[in-house]
């Protein structure tokens, strides 16, 4: 009998032990449950408060690259800086952290100036850049991530906070088949960028009413971006205007149309020396180009070079020509950005007027290793830099 009853003692104490044990285990078993949703809730605030910030600091970003930067003289960019914040916000806030609205304001956003080459993340945004020269959007974004299970062991929760760095740039083009067949002379480029004295300033373009064919959002006035004759070119040869055979082995008022209205072909590129992926050339490069041209030019091709007034195209630039009629040929250095924004093909004063033109169109490529001054114009590149 005392051996029975020592038998149930020694299962009871078991019992008791193993009731303990379970307890412990449990507990240990809900707090790992709590901290992985808690964890699990913070990560995903966090992904998706990086979603909100990226895309503010992008759109922000884009907003600096308007056309009216385009300029020979530096521009106190207010507006630009006060459209940057607000699509920052409107573009932010259309996004939600855990079901939760952003709630951007203007209070989350810096408009400033970083430096890209050579990138230094440590060094802040500057706030108050020489000549003005804006081109970041950092957006910081923060939430209080509640304690679900975790609220058991008193957590309160957790504060989530990111942040995003968008710069934009105007760079020269990398590739396009948007090339106009026309050339222009070194000096005539030169005025039309500011770097020589004496272009005019005439016609203004706004990005906002450029919408082919009802409108080309030209206008007259003066929009502190220089123009200049492409057409016909302030130096060369005589008589040709500069129209040159690109990819074809004479150009004529059809061939001329097309290329004008609707860009190269791609045979066209490939026969000039540009397959696609090859990058156009730079004006600091030393390579160049020669294309052979037709003397003469038809007043068909008015309405060819009217139908794109303020469409971004590449203007090639000629350091060097010469020959005679069939024989003419220029020397391509390098492609400009550039629209028109005048044509006149009656009478003597026969004339194309182009001025830069920053392009956000996606048949262009940049060259991101070639950032242009904001004067000449260029290719719309927005990459996130922190």
Known sequence: MQAYMEKVLKYTRRRGTILVLLALLVVCLLGFTALAVDLGMIATAQAQLKTVTDAAALAGARQLASDRRVSSVPIYPDIEIAAAINKAISTGNANSVLAQAAALTSTNIVVGYINTSPANPSVPIDQNPSN???????????????????????????????????????????YTTSILPITMDTTAYGLMIGTLAGGGDKYSFTAANYNPPASNGVSLGADKSLESVAYPVVAGLEGNWGTINFGVSNNSTAILGSQIRNGMT???????????????PLETGSTTYKFSANPGI????????????????????????????????????????????????????????VQPASISDLSFTPDTTHLNPWSEGGVVFVLLTR
Do not use: C, H
């Not at 629209?339 to 093909?345: F, K, Y």
């Open 266 to 280: 791609s045979a066209q590129m490939n026969a000039a020396g540009f397959s696609a992926g090859t990058d156009l």
């Open 298 to 353: 038809s007043a068909g091709i008015k309405d060819d070079l009217t139908s794109i007034i303020g469409k971004p195209v590449a203007i090639p630039i000629y350091y060097n020509s010469g020959g005679k009629g069939n024989n003419a040929w220029y020397e391509i250095k390098f492609f400009a950005p550039a629209r028109i924004v005048a044509v006149n093909m009656t009478g003597n004063d026969k004339y194309v007027i």
């Open 132 to 174: 003005n020269n804006y081109n970041s959007v950092q957006v910081t974004a923060s939430i209080t991530v509640p304690a679900f299970f975790a609220s058991i062991f008193r957590s309160t929760g957790s504060t989530v906070t990111v942040s995003s760095t968008a710069t934009v740039g105007l760079y020269a083009i990398g």
